[in-house]
């Protein structure tokens, strides 16, 4: 045991004896310079995308959906329509854009469209999308379109709350 602390030791000290050959300083001080930069990069970025997340929620509701609306990806449109509870199989394969096959909604499935698009006053003004009846390639574009609004209401709504969560933590902090 004594002898390989005796030789650990002894190769310590044959190391320290060559770190200038390895170039030790130019080493330890590009180490600490990159490493700064990355911090302060990260720092730059994470307050560039909070910059972002403030200036999205100064704005009014009625802006941020129009000018958000229509980055809500067809993704987002079929997970939200999945998400509404009662519609019959062949309109939602029609409004998913699964089928050409004839499709329609009655009252009950119209309705909850409506409900589950439906907008606060505050997002301007705003029609009921879809209706009883056949369901066309017109009609499935307006309740594509009111489910982007209803999801790039969610959006703001959540990035009210994490601006809310975020200045009540700096609060307590």
Known sequence: ?????????????????????????????????????????????????YIGVVQAVSQTLQDYINNTADDISADEIGAFLLGIAGLNDDALNFLLGDSTAAASLNTTEATAINNAVALPSTAGPSTAPASSGN????????????IARRVANNKYDLLQTMVRQGRASSLRG
């Open 135 to 146: 369901l066309t390639s017109t009609k499935k574009q307006n309740i594509a379109e009111a």
């Open 1 to 49: 045991m004594e002898d390989t602390i005796a030789n650990g030791a002894t190769q310590a000290v044959e190391n320290a004896t060559r770190l200038s050959e390895i170039g030790f300083p130019e080493f330890t001080a590009q180490l600490i310079t990159d490493t700064f930069n990355a911090i302060t990069a990260s720092y730059l970025n994470q307050t560039s995308q």
